[in-house]
């Protein structure tokens, strides 16, 4: 969720400080041109004022043509000086195109002179104002004409051509402030953005991890309301008020069962007591009374089993450092005799010591069911072989029979409760074995998988991690 997150929150944040850095930068562009525009419009009207006295006609006006000519010679003067200080083009140009003075001299054609739009607009009584904006990577000139108006005509133009350079390095290092600045504001961001998904996924990624310990049969996990939004506050409240329904549900039902096979026995076993009183004054050998004791047995076997289910669901495991090599050796020597007298050979391979974690009671319990099972399903004469591997990160124990295996649609069954195939029916469980290894192997760390074995029979591997489990 954070991958998906952050990054919306970082493109509505550039979006944002985008939205405002490209205007600034346009407005302080637009801004130190206009500069520069009005600096030449205020040159531009002194040389006009100092050209309007030489302009034709210009010596009737109290003057003689020798004062025009010093006027002229003053003009041309100015703006040598001007050219050459500021490096600044500069001429006064009749209607027609002509030069009246230019500073540097023909640095531009009459042709030149009258196609500029500035110069047309100029003659026709307008001063330039807007001219092309030149931006940092463009080395153009900008071009400022005003008219020279003499009893309401335009007698003459003055025209300048400034360089861009100083321009657009002011507008390029203005530019570079607003580029470090929106640099540190992104990194402000991005720092801010991780800081808030963090803030607003840590409550989630608690309440993930709290989620999946109950899930994992960790049924005293819960999920702290401090921090995050208060939604997500209210939701971990509410996490945790379901959390302690859900335990005190289960705790009741497994009070429920351990109860009442516990309370079950001693009827039973008085029950089973009169049978066989009863039984004695039946005649030898009575069928009905058989099978009456066997009933009555494997309901006793599915009271115990029911009982260690109940105690199993409630003990908490404690694994420590275990050779599950020796503990598997140690098992299948205990039911070795189990397995000579239905004439099946229960063999042992695979590593002499390895250690791994494991509760050694728990594992012993868990191994007990599948030997038990694989002896017990297999026929007189196949073997049963106990197997002790250590793969990467975890030690498997794999019991393989000969028997007759399960079907597919049977594999994703074993292991539940009360769960036998329809097949064996008329073999001796409760079916509550398997259910009760896995339970104790998972609360150690620990799992049981099923698979077939080739070429045919079943595969169980009981697997211990090597390392010490986290929880």
């Known amino acids: 969720m954070r991958s998906r997150l952050l990054p919306l929150l970082l493109v509505l944040m550039a979006a944002v400080l985008l939205a405002l850095g490209l205007p600034l930068a346009a407005s302080l562009a637009v801004a130190q041109q206009q500069k520069l525009v009005i600096d030449r419009i205020d040159d531009t009207a002194r040389f006009g004022a100092l050209a309007q006295y030489v302009a034709p006609g210009a010596a009737v006006d109290g003057g003689t043509p020798d004062d025009a000519s010093d006027r002229l010679a003053t003009l041309s003067s100015e703006l040598d000086r001007y050219e050459d200080l500021y490096g600044i083009r500069v001429g006064v140009f009749y209607r027609d195109g002509t030069a009246m003075a230019a500073a540097p001299r023909n640095w531009r054609t009459r042709a030149q002179i009258t196609a500029d739009q500035a110069f047309q607009e100029a003659l026709a009584g307008r001063r330039s104002h807007n001219p092309r904006q030149v931006w940092p990577w463009q080395p153009s000139r900008i071009t ?4 020279i108006v003499r009893d309401g005509d335009v007698v ?3 025209l300048t051509e400034s360089p861009t350079g100083a321009m657009r390095s002011v507008v390029l290092r203005d530019w570079l402030i607003i580029a470090a600045t929106e640099l540190a504001a992104t990194i402000l961001a991005v720092v801010a953005a991780v800081r808030l998904t963090g803030w607003v996924l840590r409550p989630i990624k608690v309440l993930d991890r709290a989620t999946h310990d109950i899930a994992t049969g ?70 009905e009374m058989g099978s009456v004791r066997e009933e009555g047995k494997r309901l006793a076997t599915v009271l115990d089993d029911l009982l260690g289910l109940a105690l199993a669901e409630h003990t908490v495991a404690l694994p420590q450092l275990t050779d599950v090599a020796a503990l598997a050796a ?3 020597a205990a039911w070795s005799p189990a397995a000579a007298q239905r004439d099946v050979a229960l063999t042992r391979t695979g590593a002499v010591a390895v250690t791994g974690w494991a509760d050694p009671v728990t594992l012993s319990s868990a191994l007990d069911a599948v030997v038990d099972n694989a002896v017990k399903f297999t026929p007189p004469g196949a073997p049963v072989t106990v197997a002790v591997a250590a793969r990467g990160e975890a030690v498997t124990v794999t019991v393989t ?18 769960w036998r195939s329809p097949r064996h029916q008329n073999v001796s469980g409760s079916g509550l074995g398997l259910s009760i290894a896995r339970i104790l192997l998972r609360q150690a760390g620990g799992s049981l998988a099923f698979a077939p074995h080739t070429p045919h029979g079943l595969r169980v591997t009981v697997t211990v991690p090597r390392s010490e489990p986290e929880d």
Do not use: Y
């Open 330 to 332: 140690e098992r299948v």
């Open 144 to 147: 400022v004409a005003s008219p």
């Open 156 to 158: 003459a133009v003055v």
């Open 218 to 287: 960790r049924l005293a996990s819960r999920v702290a309301e401090a921090g995050g939004p208060p939604e997500l506050r209210l939701l971990a409240r509410s996490f945790n008020e379901m959390a302690d329904n859900v335990e005190q549900a289960l705790e009741q039902q497994r009070a429920f069962v351990a109860d009442a096979s516990h309370q079950l026995r001693n009827p039973l076993s008085a029950l089973l007591l009169r049978i066989e009183l009863l039984g004695l004054e039946l005649p030898e050998g009575h069928e």
């Open 401 to 418: 029979d000969s028997g007759p295996g399960l079907t597919e649609d049977e594999l994703t069954r074993v292991g539940d409760r009360f």
